[in-house]
């Protein structure tokens, strides 16, 4: 169809060329179809026929993915308009999928974790020996946001724990329009511990305190301070349990062990503050037992 245009646009075409181009562009089964839909007159298609004759070109630069002006994802379409043809665009299946998944996307934050545990599901999660995790996890989600106590997922080392946690953030974003902080602990530890000054220190807390849901990954495989626990952990969990927002956690460590480690202080023995940062957890997040085996080789 370039021809058309080209000749179209070739001021010098005689007469008789531009009534073999009108003829050929009716005849276009999309253009003719169009015209037998919206019964136009002859005076209306001659009115139409520079916008049918774009219109061609636009379908042919879409059709071999080659958007002109408008992206990819728009193709386009013939509407009528004021009594004559015109080109509109529309937003293509494929678009519209992709805009959503980007919505997705955006509700998962992932601080210090790997862009695969993007698009993950608990539909698609290999239930193994994990089929009690997963329909806890899938009560959760179809109960969200009745239910505010979160999980305390723990177990072996590859088990899939964060991975679980992920499929669950991930539907959380997919079905209930949700946005989850998935964070791995040991590592935010760290970056609060290097860019200290008051002012970080505090916009980091804050940034994380107050998030719709928070998923805790790998607590316990930090390296553990009182200081960690008592002005990190305490101030998230504290203003968590206030605001009874969603919070979960994943471990190698059950609570028992875990309290424990937190009991490790200054002046040695803490216990006392130990039960409180554990009182506010077990408030927080229900605990359960992952069993399986390694997946990571
Ligand atoms: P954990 O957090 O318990 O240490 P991960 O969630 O990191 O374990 O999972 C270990 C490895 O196994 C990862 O590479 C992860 O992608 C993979 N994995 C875990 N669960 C599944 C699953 N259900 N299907 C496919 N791969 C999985
Ligand atoms: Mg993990």
Redesign the pocket.
């Known amino acids: 169809m370039k021809p058309v245009n080209d000749a179209m646009n070739n001021r010098t075409s005689s007469r008789f060329d531009y009534q073999s181009l009108v003829n050929e562009i009716v005849r276009d089964p999309e253009v003719a179809a169009f015209i037998e839909e919206h019964q136009l007159n002859a005076e209306e298609i001659k009115r139409s026929i520079s916008n049918f004759s774009q219109f061609i070109s636009e379908r042919e630069l879409y059709q071999r993915g080659q958007g002109s002006y408008l992206s990819k994802g728009y193709q386009p379409i013939l509407i009528m308009n004021q009594g004559y043809a015109d080109v509109s665009y529309k937003e293509t299946t494929e678009l519209i999928a992709a805009e959503r998944a980007k919505e997705i996307r955006n509700r998962v934050h992932l601080l210090n974790l790997p862009n695969?545990l993007r698009g993950i599901s608990l539909q698609d999660?290999?239930p193994?020996d994990r089929w009690g995790t997963i329909q806890e996890l899938t009560r959760y989600l179809l109960n969200y946001p009745q239910d505010s106590k979160g999980f305390y997922l723990y177990?072996?080392?590859?088990?899939?724990?964060?991975?679980?946690l992920a499929a669950l953030a991930n539907d959380l974003a997919r079905h209930k329009e949700v946005e989850t902080t998935l964070l791995h602990f040991p590592t935010f530890v760290l970056d609060l511990k290097n860019g200290f000054d008051e002012k970080t220190y505090h916009r980091q807390l804050n940034q994380v305190k107050g998030v719709p849901v928070l998923m805790i990954?790998?607590i316990g495989a930090e390296v553990f301070t009182p200081w960690l626990r008592d002005e990190v952990l305490q101030i998230i969990l504290q203003h968590r349990m206030q605001e009874r927002l969603p919070t979960f956690f994943?471990s190698n460590l059950s609570f028992d062990e875990l309290q424990v480690r937190m009991a490790q202080g200054r002046a040695g023995d803490e216990t006392w503050q130990a039960t409180r940062i554990m009182e506010r957890m077990r408030f927080l997040a229900k605990e359960i037992h992952?069993p399986g085996q390694n997946?990571?080789n």
Do not use: N, Q
Not at 155 to 164: A, E, Q, R
């Open positions: 695969s999660v290999d193994d177990g072996d080392f590859g088990i899939g724990k964060t991975y679980l990954d790998d994943s992952v997946r990571r």
